[in-house]
């Protein structure tokens, strides 16, 4: 007798690849739980800012966040020497931000992080900004 798999395999090999494709990204899909970390940064972020004189603008779409740092809120002035310590000092204490412009940096976390990454990475931020700021004054 025929292998009835063998020809449907053979007939539809567009068919099996569609749906490994789809078992593949359903199993990547559930993986993806970032519907805690949207209204979490932002809070956090909002929180950061109202503590932090330094910290100028907040903006950010889903996981995507820029920040911008100012010596003066009113007057919006760039305070490129303090990003660049707090890119410097995150780096060291296992955060990795980049540098947007000559005083924002970037947060993108992964798709793919956790609830506990997420408050460490923030939490990794805003000691290095507090030592950034204590630095600079």
Same mark, same amino acid.
């Given at each position: 007798? !025929?292998?009835?798999? +063998? =020809?449907?395999?053979?007939?539809r090999r567009w068919q099996l690849a569609l749906v490994l494709m789809v078992t593949f990204f359903v199993g990547f899909m559930d993986r993806i739980n970032i519907t805690f970390a949207l209204?979490?940064?932002?809070?956090?972020? +909002?929180? &950061?800012? +109202?503590? =932090?004189?330094?910290? /100028? !603008?907040?903006?950010? $779409? *889903?996981?995507?966040?820029? $920040? !911008?740092?100012?010596? %003066? #809120?009113? #007057? #919006?002035t760039r305070a490129v020497e303090l990003r660049n310590r707090m890119v410097q000092l995150a780096f060291e204490h296992g955060l990795l931000?980049? *540098? +947007?412009? !000559?005083?924002?940096? #970037?947060? $993108?976390?992964?798709?793919?992080?956790?609830? %506990?990454?997420?408050?460490? /990475? &923030?939490?990794?931020?805003?000691y290095v900004l507090t030592l950034a700021e204590e630095e600079s004054n």
């Amino acid at each position: 007798g !025929e292998f009835p798999m +063998a =020809h449907f395999l053979g007939q539809r090999r567009w068919q099996l690849a569609l749906v490994l494709m789809v078992t593949f990204f359903v199993g990547f899909m559930d993986r993806i739980n970032i519907t805690f970390a949207l209204p979490l940064m932002a809070e956090e972020l +909002a929180t &950061l800012r +109202a503590r =932090h004189p330094s910290v /100028g !603008e907040v903006r950010g $779409i *889903g996981l995507f966040w820029v $920040i !911008e740092l100012v010596k %003066d #809120r009113e #007057r #919006r002035t760039r305070a490129v020497e303090l990003r660049n310590r707090m890119v410097q000092l995150a780096f060291e204490h296992g955060l990795l931000l980049m *540098g +947007a412009g !000559e005083n924002t940096m #970037r947060i $993108i976390p992964p798709l793919v992080i956790t609830r %506990d990454l997420v408050d460490e /990475g &923030l939490a990794i931020f805003e000691y290095v900004l507090t030592l950034a700021e204590e630095e600079s004054n």
